[in-house]
């Protein structure tokens, strides 16, 4: 495995802790029916979603960053595609949180486009890496 590749695991497996927080905090919220989770379904909706690909793509990173190395792109190529999967696991959550950061929203703002944005760069990651592994 590359340097690179390397450190973007590192960095993945840094994060897993973090999604780990973030179970336990909604678990949280759950026994302690704090106000503005259980009582607002899009909130709760959206944040249990935020966790879900959290949890998901931080392992579905982990698992693409062994192929980078072994695909027959160019060494740009492979840093972008490591940025493009990274990026996922980081916007997608951020969206979900973000959009709904505030008890009282009963609908997502804005900020739910960066659910789109980590969804476009994962596709467009893993379409490259796949056509260089072929």
Known sequence: ????????????????????????SLLTF??????????NPVRRSLWRAGHAHAGVLVLFSLVAMLYVDQADL????KGLVRTLIVAAPILMPLGFFLS??????????KLIWLT????????VGTLTLGVGLL
């Open 116 to 123: 789109v944005a980590g969804g476009a760069g994962l596709a």
């Open 30 to 39: 759950l026994m302690r029916n704090v106000p503005g989770y259980n009582d």
């Open 100 to 109: 709904v950061v505030r008890p009282s929203d009963t609908k997502p703002s």
């Open 74 to 77: 160019s060494d740009g190529l």
């Open 1 to 24: 495995m590359s340097p690179s590749s390397l450190s973007t695991a590192g960095v993945l497996l840094i994060t897993v802790p973090a999604v780990a927080f973030g179970g336990v």
